[in-house]
């Protein structure tokens, strides 16, 4: 008796699937070009018949072959119906040309405020140290020194900038301060939603490391030749963290101030467009670390290290805001 009953069903309904399912088959094989208007008029209300008669298979306890062959068909055409239209191609050229500059746009006031953390933690620490060396290790860990502190000679500082390319050591020390710096950027987004506090702590401590070797070089007469070893990827590097903390405090503000939204949507919003700006930091980072694993071990003019800076610089510049669209 079930049997008839699923035979019944299916034959009063089936014409109906099996036109959903060629209709289906041609869009998921890229040719959806060739279904007319009609079809494509047809293709939603095919798919609310399906999910009735999905949703009746399943009341009156049809066999599980039809059920399960209605809940494929229901689901492919619920992406044909509902999914994105678009490319990955399509996709990544949106990001490229429009989403991801529109998000650091928006972002403009965070991202100031992020850089004028690491800038005073930078003269705060440039301060101190050349007011005392034992600043020194306050600011700047041994790990992150790699050797270097008050009482390195001004011979062996000089070699570290210009006469290790290609050696194991500046190798080891280029891929320990690319990957401090990603974890720096990453943890200022990620824990931006404790109202932004660790987001400002991690920008501000990463200024007053920069600030203390700073010190620690121009005290030997070296302050011109590390702003060449350092801006020449640290331009890129440095302006990606201060763009995932942006990141970050947008999070924290859309947590303590909601405004009109649901904390919830406010929260919700802020994490979609921190997750663009996200996606770009990694772009950026990725040209840092070409830079930093071949341009500075490369190329030991100091002229040269400033102009490679200030051309990334400008270009980052420009491709974000000029012309300035804040949103």
């Known amino acids: 008796m079930e049997g008839l009953k699923s ?3 299916r034959l009063e309904r089936e014409a109906d699937w099996r036109r959903l399912e060629k209709l289906l088959d041609l869009f998921e094989a890229g040719r959806g070009r ?3 208007d009609d079809d494509v008029i047809a293709i939603p209300v095919l798919y609310r018949s399906a999910l009735s008669s999905l949703s009746t298979a399943r009341a009156i ?17 619920y992406f044909c119906v509902y999914g994105s239209r678009t490319t990955l191609g399509e996709r990544l050229w949106r990001f490229l040309s429009g ?14 405020l992020g850089g004028v953390l690491g800038v005073l933690g930078v003269v705060l620490a440039f301060i101190l140290v050349r007011s005392g060396s034992t600043w020194f290790y306050a600011f700047v860990p041994p790990e992150f020194s790699m050797g270097r502190d008050t009482a390195t000679s ?20 280029s891929s320990f301060l690319f990957t401090h710096n990603a974890e720096v950027a990453l943890l200022s987004f990620a824990l931006g939603f404790a109202c932004g506090l660790p987001t400002a702590y991690l920008l501000f401590m990463n200024g007053l490391t920069l600030g203390a070797l700073y010190a620690l070089y121009v005290e030997h007469g070296l302050g011109v030749e590390l702003g060449g070893w350092i801006f020449i990827h640290g331009v890129t590097e440095l302006f990606a963290i201060t763009l995932a903390g942006a990141a970050g405090f947008r999070i924290g503000w859309a947590l303590a101030f909601p405004g009109q939204a649901s904390r919830l949507d406010a929260l919700t919003a802020a994490g979609r467009q921190g997750a663009v700006v996200m996606a ?3 772009i950026m980072l990725i040209v840092a670390g070409l830079l930093e694993g071949f341009g500075r071990q490369l190329i030991n003019l100091t002229w040269l290290r400033y102009a490679i800076a200030t051309a990334t610089g400008l270009g980052w510049a420009a491709f974000y805001y000029w012309p300035a669209r804040r949103t």
């Open 7 to 9: 035979q019944r069903f």
């Open 280 to 282: 770009g930091v990694l």
């Open 99 to 112: 989403e991801w500059r529109a998000a650091v746009q928006s972002l403009w006031r965070e991202t100031i």
């Open 61 to 77: 306890s049809l066999d599980q072959n039809l059920i399960g062959y209605l809940e494929s068909l229901s689901t492919r055409a």
């Open 154 to 173: 001004t011979a062996d500082l000089r070699k570290i900038l210009f006469d290790s390319h290609g050696g194991e050591g500046l190798t080891a020390f």
């Open 34 to 36: 060739q279904l007319s």
